[in-house]
Structures are given as C-alpha cells and as structure tokens.
C-alpha cells in the first residue's frame, strides 16, 4: 500500500498544508465580457479555492476551446471551414482573430486581478490528442488520421505552452498556475471511435504508448514551466470497455506525471473509486465533478445531498476524513450553456459544499 504524502513536504498539494477542501470548475463561462465573468469568478472563488481563466465560446469561432488552444501552437496556424479549423500554412484572420481573443482575455483579467488581488489560477487548453481529433488536413481528413500531423502538433504545442503560463502567471503576480489538459475525446481516440471526415467509417486507434509518451511531454514542459498539470478526462462511460491491454485514460493521465485529474463522479465505477484511493494514497489531487447541472430554472442539489455523493464511496473505500482535502470539486461539465447566473451559483454550491467537507475533516 503506497504510503501517505508528508504534508508538511515541499512538493505537498496546498490544500493538503491547509487541510481544506477546494472548489473550481472546468474553464467554460457563458456570455461574451471577459472582465465580469472574471470578476464573477474570483469573487465566487477566493482563497483558498481555485479561480481560473473563463473560456467563453459564445464569442464565435476562436472563443472556442479548439481555436483558443490552436493559437497557441508555435509555426502552425489555422482557419475556419464549414466542417471546423483547418491547418494552413501562414496566419489569417482566424487565426489572428483567435490569438487576440486570449490576449484580451489575459488583459481583462489583469485588471480584474488588481481589485481582487491573491489568489492562485488555473488556465485551460485542448490536450494534443483531443486537438488533432479536432484540427484537419489540407486533404480534408483530421490531423489525427496522420501520425506525423499528430507529432508537429505535439511538438508546437509543448513549444508554445511556457509562452501561455507566463503570460498567465504576469497577469496574476504571485499566483501558482495549475493547467487544465482538456482531454474529452481520449477515449474514442484509444478505442479507434473518432469517425473519419466522411463519418462514414473511423479511424485506427492511437497506441496507448504514444498518448503516454505524449502526455508525459506535455507535463515536462508545463513542470519546466513552473506549472502544475490536471489533466480533465471524458465521462468513465464514454468509450465502454478497452480494449484488452489498454491503460484507462486516468491511469495514462497518472503516469505522465501529473499533479491531478478531473473526473465526472456520476460515471465512476466501483474500479475507478479504487483508483481513486490510490491516487490518494499517493498524493495526487483529485478533481471530482460532483454537481451536475439543471435544466435552466431547476434546482441545483443541496449541499447535503452533493456531502452525501462524497462521502458514501469514500466511506466505503476505507479512506479517512483526513484525507478529504485532496479533493477540487467542480461542476460535472462545463458551464458555458447555463445563465450566467445559473453558473455563479453553481460556484456558491461548490463552496459550501466544501466548507462542509471540512466541518467533516475537523470532526474528524
């Protein structure tokens, strides 16, 4: 059984020294003003919870989490078609478009951080598999179909990413940044489930081998960066089973080397809870989405019932109330197509929740 983390160790999670249970959600924001979805968002979430950079895709193409994160690449660029973003070789509108989108987000951001001060951040970005799956070729066929398309956007990306944690880090002075990999079509990516262009068949699938030893590149980079790495995983129920052989994306996602992972709770399995604990056990963070949003108008779940979802596997793992501040509780999806009121008191649920979490890790 692996042994518990010193928490009082240099590399220990904050939350872990604080002995508090944390709040966060997933990136997505709705509306279209950066300034008050950021000031909404680090009002809800103040220390010692998590507030991040909003992604907010009701602006159009480039808001989008595909084209945010395509601008980020280093020597790539691309453009919009009627099927989605295209790789090209020289910047156009779009992807100008795309690139000053973040910019001002960052921007809006900085301001905002200057009247709600401390504090640290997490930033977002579509993983390298989740991208390819999602950027085409010249031929009209996904960048995933061809490994060494798959390679150059990888290698872009890791290139491009310490440029995006320094500019996050300026624009919030002092603040640990946390990087949320976005990862939601790893699963079909394993299992050969992403239809071709013409949808008429799907592609081969990626060897569990090579998403590891991409992961692992992305984590040395943002770790080199002085970041940490979450990587945000697709529902447990995604894929079905895998295929004989084959890691889980949240063992894959743990041996790369990152800090945490993010994980819809109403899909976990007994299995999965057991994974869980291990990671646990061994000091990783857990990112558990445990609200799932309401039809517009409904109710949200009481802090009661959302404690209750908690503890019940946790009880049953054996794991003890201490332990609990190894958890970020998010919504189980994003909140991009909720009001914007819906969403900030999704954020209130999620921080009641964990303070009363904590009332459990005090009684101990």
């Not at 409904?298 to 019932?305: A, I, S």
Request: aromatic residues 4%; hydrophobic residues 40%; negative net charge.
């Amino acid at each position: 059984m692996p042994q518990h983390p010193d928490p009082t160790g240099p590399a220990a999670r904050p939350e872990a020294v604080s002995g508090t249970v944390t709040a966060t959600a997933l990136g997505s924001w709705p509306g279209n003003d950066p300034v008050e979805s950021s000031r909404v968002i680090r009002g809800e979430l103040g220390a010692p919870h998590l507030p991040f950079l909003a992604e907010l895709p009701q602006r159009g193409p480039g808001a989008d989490p595909v084209g945010r994160s395509a601008s980020l690449l280093v020597d790539i660029f691309v453009d919009t078609q009627p099927h989605g973003w295209r790789l090209v070789e020289r910047p156009g509108k779009d992807h100008r478009r795309a690139v000053s989108l973040l910019n001002q987000d960052i921007n809006a951001l900085a301001d905002v951080a200057g009247e709600h001060p401390g504090g640290d951040l997490k930033i977002s970005l579509r993983g390298p598999l989740s991208l390819a799956a999602n950027l085409y070729l010249h031929n009209g066929e996904r960048a995933l179909s061809d490994a060494g398309a798959r390679r150059d956007l990888l290698q872009s990306l890791v290139a491009g990413v310490g440029s995006y944690i320094s500019r996050a880090a300026s624009s919030v002075p002092g603040a640990q940044i946390t990087i949320q990999v976005d990862e939601p079509e790893i699963a079909a990516v394993l299992g050969g489930g992403i239809p071709t262009a013409s949808g008429y068949r799907t592609l081969r699938s990626v060897p569990s081998s090579e998403v590891s030893a991409a992961w692992e590149q992305m984590c040395s980079a943002i770790t080199a960066a002085g970041a940490d790495t979450v990587f945000a995983l697709p529902r447990a129920d995604a894929s079905g089973p895998l295929r004989k052989g084959t890691k889980s994306p949240f063992e894959l996602a743990r041996q790369a080397g990152a800090q945490g992972v993010a994980l819809a709770a109403d899909s976990l399995t007994a299995r999965d809870w057991e994974g869980i604990a291990e990671a646990v056990e061994d000091g990783d963070r857990v990112w558990l989405g445990i609200l799932p949003l309401p039809r517009e108008g409904g109710e949200l779940p009481q802090v009661t019932r959302l404690v209750e979802s908690v503890l019940r596997p946790w009880n049953k793992l054996g794991l003890p109330a201490a332990s609990l501040p190894a958890l970020r509780l998010t919504p189980a999806s994003g909140l991009a197509d909720v009001s914007p009121e819906t969403a900030r008191r999704v954020l209130t649920r999620l921080t009641g929740t964990a303070a009363a979490l904590d009332q459990v890790v005090a009684e101990g």
